[in-house]
């Protein structure tokens, strides 16, 4: 059973950065054998990938509209994953989730939200002036 907690969300002005961190919570089993994953939910119904990583982080796929802006890392020794936000805007704001998904081989990587199996419970993100 995988148990993921999700911070670092809150307000912050159009520009600015955030750090969100995904850790597997005490007790809980390794991340190490699961693909990692950021989605967010904004006003609509529809949560949305944003960024995923491979067991290893040898693979990681982003969402368009974060390229070049978002970076997802994992740190399995610490059962944790982050996503480094830049350059914010209002779009970004939403409430972000992590997720995984087990996976037997390095390189697999997940991008739709019914492929994964845990979730955390989501943290608050507001871009606005």
């Known amino acids: 059973q995988v148990q993921l907690v999700e911070s670092g969300g809150g307000l912050v002005q159009p520009g600015a950065s955030l750090r969100l961190s995904c850790a597997g919570s005490r007790g809980t089993v390794s991340i190490s054998n699961y693909v990692m994953g950021w989605f967010r939910q904004g006003p609509g119904p529809e949560r949305e990938f944003v960024a995923a990583?491979?067991?290893?982080?040898?693979?990681?796929e982003y969402a368009d509209s974060v390229k070049g802006r978002f970076t997802i890392s994992r740190d399995n020794a610490k059962n944790t994953v982050y996503l480094q936000m830049n350059s914010l805007n209002a779009e970004d704001t939403a409430v972000y989730y992590c997720?995984?998904?087990?996976?037997?081989?390095?390189?697999?990587?997940?991008?739709?939200?019914?492929?994964?199996?845990?979730w955390g419970q989501g943290t608050q993100v507001t871009v606005s002036s």
């Open positions: 990583a491979s067991r290893r982080g040898s693979t990681i």
């Open positions: 997720a995984a998904k087990r996976a037997y081989f390095d390189g697999t990587i997940y991008k739709r939200t019914n492929e994964y199996n845990y």
